[in-house]
């Protein structure tokens, strides 16, 4: 019913101001109740005594002897009371309410025997004679005739009517206090009040997030007090949360944006956490948080290892192949994590994407099978010749000049080799100049095109340049474009058939250029394309050991576009030829 803390403060402040007014109403209504008939009594008893008095002297002017019941009538005209006297024996000598013929005798009335003994008698009873409750106060007297008592008595209906009359106005009084007390209730409970409610509000705001919400009462009470802790207490949360959510921010930052796949899996089996790198690696989904990991891994393989480091509570490292995204090799962590009683609890999977990394490997390996073929080649053939020359001793000129010949060959084409290496590895670790400047591309193209014909002319294959009347100038290397030309061609001349033709067209695309070469050659598969750039790689082994190629032409190709800001891409189809295209910006 009192939900509030104001309005339970106003039910006590009623509550309070209820009793006291009923205490002081009950008091006063006593106190007053017996002051008026203390009042009352004491001056009926003054009339009394008056009474006798009168009584006593019973002659009044011209020394007539009144009686005592004109005393009776004359003291209750003045008194406004029943007035009677009574003789040592009870009996009535006058009343002013009835005829004290008639009356009973009063021999037996308390007050009466009171009085006869000495003492003011005092009683409230009903009188038969008047059908209602009177007050009877009587007093001796003694005129030397009789001996006596006079009493006086007054109804207690008038006395009932002053007692409600006082009740009536203690009520009223108490009503208006009350209604003071309401509304003095509600100014207090407010006002005591408003620092709670300021309080409780910045409680509240805090509650919903807004850290920086203060309380604004300042005092020197309790309130106060409990309002500045209130406010520090504010402040070091502030604080730690700001704190925290930065920390929460690095680490989000971190496990969004790094390489490896990391999710987290609780102790009932279900997962906790995966960031988008595990979510891509193992199609998770959206819907993965809360579900057992079980029904979202469906590589079996990886379920085997994070179960082994559940039950081993042990750190596992495995390499697995997940098939189910492209057969990509996966180096897999599991790690069982402890909490604060040091329980094993969760488990924490980093997922490694090494795919790349065994395809650098086995092209390391390729490369180096591959070095050791193309130098052994040519040493194993020196080697050999000047072993013949050695022991043959100079004996026949025909078959020195013919060895020394291919020696000198062999020389050459492994200087080529070694060249084209070290041009290559400063090609990768970016140790090659770019010397910017001014460039008739259509110009640089023609002239390296007459180059190439030369080479061309040997099988027969002709080189068409249909060279555009205006081209606008480009602002690069000129040296690295007339490689990169003379790389591609020379290979499109290495895999064309004798008498074939190779196309060379310039374009202007806007904000870049493009130039294509196309031959006539033996083309190259789809499945080959990708990985025509890579070192050493052949499309025809057996062709390109023929022509004297290492290799390496496209792969220096490809670094030199790079270098450029450009690009390079093929489009070719076997049987019938390639286009490889260079574009890069003006």
Known sequence: MFKSYRSKLIAGYLLLV????TLLGSIVYVQLKDFYLINIEQRLTKEAILVAEMAKYRRGDGNAVRSYQDICNFA?????????????NGVVLGDSSAQSETMESHAN?????????????????????????????????????????VRM???????????????????????????????????????????????????????????KSRSAYHSADELGTLAMAFNEMGHSIE???????????????????????????????????????????????NDFIGRNYVEIINAYELLEVIDNGKSSKKPVHKNIVLYAIGAKNIEVNVVPLKNDNYAFKDVLV????????KRLEKVRKEFVAN???????????????AETLLYDGGKSPANVAEFTRIIYDEAQRLSRLINRLLELSKLE???????????????LVRETAEIMRKTSKLRNISILYDEPSYFPSLDSDGDMIKQILMNIMDNAIKYSADGGQIEIKLEDLGDKVKISVRDSGIGIASNEIPRIFERFYRVDKARSRKTGGSGLGLAIVKHLAESLGGQVSVESTLGQGSIFSFIMSK
């Open 350 to 357: 980093v997922l490694n994407d090494i795919t790349e990394i």
């Open 109 to 149: 009335r308390p007050e009466f025997y009171k009085a006869l003994h000495g003492q003011v008698g005092m009683e409230m009873r009903y009188s038969d004679t008047v059908q209602m409750n009177m007050l009877y106060v009587a007093v001796p007297f003694d005129n030397q005739e009789i001996e006596g008592a």
């Open 18 to 21: 209820t009793i006291i007014l």
């Open 76 to 88: 209750a005209q003045d008194s406004e009371a029943r007035v009677t006297i009574i003789d040592g």
């Open 153 to 211: 008595a007054k109804p207690l209906a008038e006395l009932q009517t002053i007692y409600h009359n006082v009740l009536a106005i203690i009520i009223i009084a108490a009503v208006i206090c009350g209604v003071i007390a309401i509304i003095l209730s509600f100014i207090l409970a407010r006002y005591f009040s408003r620092p709670i409610q300021d309080i409780t509000e910045a409680v509240k705001d805090m509650a919903n997030g807004h850290l």
């Open 429 to 443: 670790y970016d140790e090659v100049k770019i010397n910017i400047e001014t460039i008739n591309l259509a110009y």
């Open 371 to 385: 070095v050791s073929h193309e130098l052994k080649t040519p040493v194993a053939s020196i080697s050999g010749f």
């Open 239 to 285: 604080m730690n949360m700001n704190e925290i959510y930065a920390i929460k921010n690095r680490l989000e930052a971190v496990l969004n944006n790094t390489v490896n796949g990391i999710f987290m899996i609780g102790a009932q089996g279900r997962i906790a956490y995966a960031n988008p790198v595990a979510v891509s690696l193992l199609n998770m989904g």
